[in-house]
């Protein structure tokens, strides 16, 4: 499956590409006093995605065209990127000003560890969509389980990437040397995906929400010469390294699968810094609620999105702007 984008979605990439190359947005510093989500003075702000094939991308740039929508001060693009390490290293550096990540890389970010060498001065306007850990094989590659993958070519996703970090932690939990017994692929998606079309890569990892785009292009293209591996045996070792990580199911019906496929998954967080202005974070913070069915009709993972779960970001802490339109949003109509 090609890319297929709106003119809305090329538009904003067009800008977003320019903003690759340093800050390029006029969001403003918080400087305290009261929250009133009100922001009169136009105000840019890039959104920090993922792969193009990837859910991240297909929610970031539909909540880009939504904040736009809206007809308020704040103008919003999204752009591809490497996804969550990266985006939290550009939103830190200014690049971006939101940006989606996984919770076990944001909570690495916020303790100073993992791929952070020091405490990383992020917020969250809110929980939004789980990740699922989807491990495929090639049939051909003859792998029956994680430990099963040495010596072969697997791609671990996209250098610094939330996909990545997963990626080497569930090839430690099962005894294996992501650096030394995996000839490891740090490919995108796109990239990935094609590479197991064509035989170059025996097996692939990507953290992403449900359906993610790309696998759908896998599992329809290649149909019966790849198959999901179940890597949810290793889960108690990936808990003591994070407890955030949990089993889920990813329906047969997602993908048109004989059956359902055990996963390992883990939820997302919507980023901004810790200083951005609280009126902009209320303001984004409310778009993201208020234009719900939009982003669903973008990606069936924005249905998760809910008042219900949206605080839960713990370690990392919620911004104080989208705390006070999470206020807004449960307060008795």
Do not use: W
């Not at 939504?66 to 200014?94: D, F, K, P």
């Not at 339109?325 to 449960?330: E, P, W």
């Amino acid at each position: 499956m090609r890319r297929i984008l709106t003119a809305a979605t090329l538009t904003a990439l067009a800008v977003a590409t320019g903003a690759c190359g340093g800050r390029q947005d006029t969001a403003a510093t918080d400087t305290g006093g009261d929250v009133t989500c009100q922001v009169d003075k136009e105000t840019r702000v890039g959104i920090a995605t993922g792969n193009a094939t990837g859910v991240y991308f297909a929610l970031g740039n539909a909540f880009a065209e939504q904040v736009n929508a809206s007809g308020g001060a704040v103008r919003a693009t999204a752009a591809e990127t490497g996804a969550s390490v990266q985006n939290i290293q550009q939103l830190v550096a200014g690049t971006y000003d939101v940006a989606f990540a996984l919770a076990d890389t944001a909570a690495d970010a916020v303790a100073g560890t993992g791929s952070f060498t020091a405490k990383q001065p992020v917020a969250a306007l809110a929980r939004i969509h789980t990740n699922y850990t989807q491990v495929i094989v090639r049939k051909a590659a003859g792998i029956r389980d994680v430990a099963g993958m040495k010596g072969k070519r697997v791609s671990t996703g996209s250098p610094k990437s939330g996909t990545e970090v997963i990626a080497n932690r569930v090839l430690a939990a099962a005894g294996l040397d992501p650096a030394r017994d995996v000839s490891a692929q740090k490919l995108d998606l796109t990239k990935t995906v094609d590479g197991m079309k064509d035989g170059t890569i025996d097996a692939l990892f990507f953290s992403g929400g449900l359906p993610t785009p790309g696998i759908t292009d896998l599992l329809t293209t290649a149909k019966d010469q790849v198959e999901f591996l179940d890597a949810t045996s290793l889960l108690p070792n990936l808990q003591k390294i994070n407890p955030v990580y949990q089993q889920g199911v990813i329906p047969a019906a997602t993908y048109q699968r004989p059956a359902d496929v055990p996963a390992i998954v883990v939820p997302n967080l919507l980023l901004v810094r810790a200083d951005l202005d609280a009126n902009v974070a209320c303001t984004l913070t409310r778009t993201l609620f208020d234009r719900k069915t939009q982003l669903e009709q973008a990606n069936g993972a924005a249905r998760e999105i809910s008042l219900d779960t949206a605080r839960r970001t713990s370690p990392v802490p919620l911004h104080r702007g989208a705390e006070k339109a999470l206020d807004n949003l449960n307060a008795p109509k």
